[in-house]
Each structure stands twice: as C-alpha cells, then as structure tokens.
T-cell receptor
C-alpha cells in the first residue's frame, strides 16, 4: 500500500458546486497535513495547512483531517473556474520529508 | 520579484548528454529541495540541502548530482541522460527544513530527453 493515495481524476463540476477532494494515508505517524494547488505549467503553492485532526477554514476552502480513519479532505464552496487546477495533498511528521499524493485534476465548468 | 527561480524553463536534449539546471531563492531560506514530477503529476523529493549541507538523498541514480555553492543556490547536474529522466524538475525552498514548513516552489524545468 502506498503511503498516500489520491484519486487523480479528472474531476469536472459545474461552477458554484461544492467540491470534495480526498486522500487516504497509511502512516499513522503523520501529524501535519497540507493541500497544495498547482496551476498548469506552474509550481505547486501551499493552499491549506492543518496540524493533527480537526477542521480549518479559509474563505471558500475547508480542510478536514480524520486521523482515526487516516483520511483528509479539502472542500471548496462556490467553486469558480479559477479553481481549476491540480490539488495535491501532502503530509509529514515534524522533521521529515513531505510525502505528496499524486494530485487530483479539477475542472470547474463555467 | 521572483522568490524561487529556475533556469532553464525548458530543456530538450539527446540521450547520453550531460545537462545542468540552476535554482536560486531570494527568500533568505536555509533549506532547498529538488523534486521530480513525472508525466502522471507524481511529485517526489530527490534531494534537500540545509545551509549547503546534504540532508535528504532519496533513492536517485548517482547520475544526478546536486551542488549547493551557497544557501541561496542549489543546482542539479545530470550525467548520461536517459529517456526516463524526462519530467518536470522543481526546485523549492523553506525556512529551516522542518517538514511542516511551507515550501515555496519554482516554476519548474521541463526536461525532454530524446
């Protein structure tokens, strides 16, 4: 089993819909959970960061971590065409390398 | 005012050649990284340097040799290029190298080996 599993998509949703992106992981030692957004032909950029379990909200974005299920989610409300990108989940222990998921390609249809 | 820059942006070369990619960051960070992103978008760390010292060296062929002349620069030299080396190579930096820190990525170097 890979350390981090993420459905590559593509995921196409109409503008205004709620988007749900997910990752599962196998290493229970992971404590820090991140979502990076990568636009086409650009480098990834940090979107959301969460420590341990719980929810974190930033504008239209909500990151959720369920350590008991080893499952993390990113929700995008009122999705916009500008949200079209690849979303990579990432996770790590405190002083270790980051492990990235394969990324989910998201298309928001106008 | 680019935070992490890479040159060149595109690199097309023949199998067997040797090539270098350069990276510079102006964020004052201590740690720099090289990542490889394959055609399926899988992003995997190759190396990291903290203040010119090699910290992470993943299972990468020894044809790949990173060099950090100072903490603002991390270059990647690749000998005897192979078809499988075709990918996008990203440089990144972070403040001190702790895994939980934000990493800032460059725009990538698209390498195509023919």
């Amino acid at each position: 089993q890979k350390e981090v599993e993420q459905d590559p998509g593509p995921l196409s949703v109409p503008e205004g819909a709620i988007v749900s992106l997910n990752c599962t992981y196998s290493n229970s030692a992971f404590q820090y959970f991140m979502w990076y957004r990568q636009y086409s032909r650009k480098g990834p950029e940090l979107l959301m960061y969460t420590y341990s379990s719980g929810n974190k909200e930033d504008g239209r974005f909500t990151a959720q971590v369920d350590k008991s299920s080893k499952y993390i989610s990113l929700f995008i409300r009122d999705s916009q065409p500008s949200d079209s990108a690849t979303y990579l989940c990432a996770m790590t222990r405190r002083d270790d390398k980051i492990i990235f998921g394969k990324g989910t390609r998201l298309h928001i249809l106008p | 005012d680019t935070a992490v820059s890479q040159t060149p942006k595109y690199l097309v070369t023949q199998m067997g050649n040797d090539k270098s990619i350069k990276c510079e960051q102006n964020l004052g960070h201590d740690t720099m990284y090289w990542y490889k992103q394959d055609s399926k978008k899988f992003l995997k760390i190759m190396f990291s340097y903290n203040n010119k010292e090699l910290i992470i060296n993943e299972t990468v062929p020894n044809r790949f040799s990173p060099k950090s002349p100072d903490k603002a620069h991390l270059n990647l030299h690749i000998n005897s290029l192979e078809l499988g080396d075709s990918a996008v190579y990203f440089c990144a930096s972070s403040q001190s190298g702790r895994g939980a820190e934000t990493q800032y990525f460059g725009p990538g170097t698209r390498l195509l080996v023919l």
